[in-house]
Nanobody, 127 residues
Framework: QVQLVESGGGSVQAGGSRRLSCTPSGSIYNDNCMGWIRQAPGMGREAVAAIYTGLGRPLYADSVLGRFTISKDNARKTVYLQMDSVQPEDTAMFHC?????????????????????WGQGTQVTVS
């Protein structure tokens, strides 16, 4: 069974930084769109960033553009989300997600919020 293992969540002060990591435990990685989808209590899910493990540009939601950076280490088969200048509205459960193939673009130009495989999530709390 494929699992996406997230780490790096925790508490952070507004204006600070946090880096999340995601490593698949199974065969998922190559030729996959890897991304981060967050969900705050009482809110819908929001795909914040995605990156294809092959060649291609990353995708970002407007709400995080310029503050968050998604990156990948193909040798380690790990995807990262560097979160800078975090704000209280960034408080959410952040899930790593994977979908076979290249990343699809949502109508708003950001990443899609659907994925075939999800991780359990890592909580980020900004105060």
């Amino acid at each position: 069974q494929v699992q996406l293992v997230e780490s790096g969540g925790g508490s952070v002060q507004a204006g600070g930084s946090r880096r999340l990591s995601c490593t698949p435990s199974g065969s998922i990685y190559n030729d996959n769109c890897m991304g981060w989808i967050r969900q705050a209590p009482g809110m819908g899910r929001e795909a914040v960033a995605a990156i294809y493990t092959g060649l291609g540009r990353p995708l970002y939601a407007d709400s995080v553009l310029g503050r968050f950076t998604i990156s990948k280490d193909n040798a380690r088969k790990t995807v990262y989300l560097q979160m800078d200048s975090v704000q209280p509205e960034d408080t959410a459960m952040f899930h790593c997600a994977a979908e076979a193939g290249d990343c699809l673009v949502a109508p708003n130009g950001g990443p899609l919020s659907s994925a075939a495989t999800w991780g359990q999530g890592t909580q980020v709390t900004v105060s």
